[in-house]
């Protein structure tokens, strides 16, 4: 499977050429002698009736998990504006989402890549993360998931019981993601949602869409009738507003080299990027002072959603984790809509048009059940390290052309340009995740907060474990404000439990050998042992049994 650059040099081949250019006169001609011929006429439609039929065959094949749902709106939307325009009409988002596609050029069809479904709680994944776990298993991404095949993963979780934020920004749901790697090269596509109020943030999208005014080339573009302009809830959470994000990373130099956020406005997309390829003509110059002026303002924007960033990051772990609870997997036969949809008599002749080999009636789903222990009610991580490409952009170049790459090995076909201009500044260090659970009034005779916190100022695997009945931000201040202290307390884990008083007796009790000062209640040990003695200790209390 060719490069991302390589797959849309050759779509940019088969894309219809420029107004006025010598290959478009050429085009031109050719269509003008042969428009009347009954042949060519025929052998048009019987190829764009089999591309419209694989369009429609591929919509139905899904597990009908969010990943695979949003898999195919995409491939519809490129579809649908290649059949009804062109090439040259394919929205931003084509520009990461394109790895999910396979171009067909004799049908000027998108086809799906081979997809492999996953079901799984998110909450499990990030106590794995959390609890140091994750390091036992040194694996590469690159040696786990296989090159040219989708892996989507679907959390089984109601998206708004775990919400996730960074400093300052809003919080954010997740739903699925997707993931597809060519050699070094690993393109994503998350689905989430951010907590917001839906009919306040409905009215403020239909205001501001009174003043937007379409690209002058993509006028013709209109959104379906049937679709109304409004905050399009989740799917899976109609308390949470559904945004997309798009990354591609490239595993070699640990950096993001593009990014894509798109909040569902119900008939349309808002998107925002910072892909400076995305603006720019071959030679690195912005098509014009308003698209200029639009790369600043939707650069800037981006820093609005390092939270899903962040998770994106984190979500390529995602291998790893199933590859580490392989001796628990299971294999659920999840039946598809085409199922139904082949039952029919009218999609008869529909169905002669494809290959078989997209009659898909079943997919076999991979499962990890989660736990039944008590879950953290909120926890802090930081991603694995990939910084935001701000360093240059691809230039392409004609296919038989030697340019080079980032690392400066030869390559084909295009040039890595080092380029960095005023307004995009070098990305920051990756962010701290925090992650709470959706909560309630904790039942119980002592209730409370049992917390990890640990300062960056105290050695490594030195934490504090107690307990509060306020809040462990509460508690985290009083302790960074303390003169003790030569830096600030970072909450690490809390857990909500009905006898705090007790919790936090018996987990001392368990850790006493690693205490690191007989009079304080700091503990000199791994975070996964921590972890491990506090789960045992408050899921014991929560089912009435002494650990």
């Known amino acids: 499977m060719a490069s991302h650059q390589d797959r849309m040099a050759e779509i940019g081949f088969w894309t219809v050429p420029p107004e006025g250019s010598d290959r478009r006169k050429m085009l031109d001609a050719y269509v003008e002698k042969h428009k009347d011929d009954p042949k060519r006429k025929k052998l048009i439609k019987e190829m764009f009736e089999k591309a419209t039929a694989l369009v429609t065959v591929q919509k139905e094949s899904g597990a009908g998990f969010s990943a695979d749902r949003q898999l195919r709106e995409y491939n519809l939307e490129y579809n649908g504006r290649v059949f009804k325009g062109s090439l040259r009409d394919l929205p931003s988002s084509f520009n990461v989402a394109e790895a999910f596609n396979k171009f067909l050029p004799r049908t000027a069809t998108f086809e799906l890549r081979e997809e492999c479904d996953h079901l799984f709680s998110f909450q499990h994944f990030i106590d794995w993360v959390t609890s140091g776990a994750a390091d036992q298993f040194p694996s590469e991404i690159e040696n786990i998931l296989p090159e040219g095949k989708i892996h989507s993963y679907n959390s089984v979780d109601k998206p708004s019981g775990l919400l996730f934020r960074t400093e300052g920004s809003e919080e954010f749901g997740f739903s699925s993601i997707s993931l597809i790697r060519v050699e070094k090269e690993v393109s994503v596509l998350l689905v989430a949602g951010q907590k917001c109020n839906l009919e306040e943030r409905t009215q403020i999208i239909r205001k501001d869409w009174e003043f937007y005014e379409a690209l002058s080339h993509r006028t013709h573009i209109r959104p379906a009738e049937d679709l109304v302009l409004c905050a399009e809830p989740l799917a899976e959470d109609p308390e949470l507003w559904k945004t997309v994000i798009l990354l591609r990373f490239d595993l070699e130099t640990k950096t993001v080299d593009a990014q894509y956020v798109f909040n569902d406005c119900g008939s349309t997309y808002s998107g925002r990027t910072d892909d400076f390829s995305a603006f720019v003509d071959g030679k690195g110059k912005f098509f014009s002072e308003e698209i200029k002026g639009r790369y600043e303002r939707s650069a800037s924007a981006m820093q609005e959603y390092a939270t899903l960033i962040e998770l994106c990051k984190t979500c390529l772990l995602l291998p790893i984790f199933f590859e580490a609870h392989n001796d628990s997997l299971e294999i659920e036969r999840h039946p598809t809509s085409f199922r139904e949809y082949r039952s029919h008599l009218k999609n008869k002749k529909i169905l002669e048009r494809v290959d078989p080999k997209f009659w898909i009636t079943y997919r076999d789903v991979r499962l990890i059940r989660g736990p039944s222990n008590r879950s953290p009610d909120r926890t802090a991580f930081t991603a694995p390290e990939y910084k935001v490409e701000t360093s240059g952009y691809w230039k392409k170049l004609p296919i038989d052309v030697e340019g080079r790459d980032k690392v400066g090995r030869p390559i ?71 003169t003790s202290s030569p830096d600030h307390f970072l909450v690490v884990e809390e857990w909500a439990t009905g006898d705090c008083v007790q919790a936090e007796k018996l987990i001392h009790e368990e850790l006493e050998s690693y205490r690191f000062n007989p009079n304080r209640e700091f503990f000199k040990a791994p975070y996964r042992t921590i972890f491990k003695v506090i789960d045992k200790v408050i899921s014991s209390l929560e089912g009435g049994v002494e650990p």
Do not use: C
Not at 436 to 443: Q, V
Not at 450 to 469: C, E
């Open 412 to 482: 084909h076909g295009r040039t890595w340009v080092s380029q960095i201009h005023s307004w995009v500044e070098d990305s920051p260090r990756n962010s701290t995740v925090f992650a709470s659970r959706e909560g309630g009034e904790i039942p119980g005779a002592n209730p409370g907060f049992i917390y990890v916190m640990r300062s960056a100022a105290h050695p490594k695997d030195v934490f504090k474990v107690g307990l509060t009945r306020r809040t462990s931000d509460e508690r985290s201040g009083e302790l960074s404000r303390s």
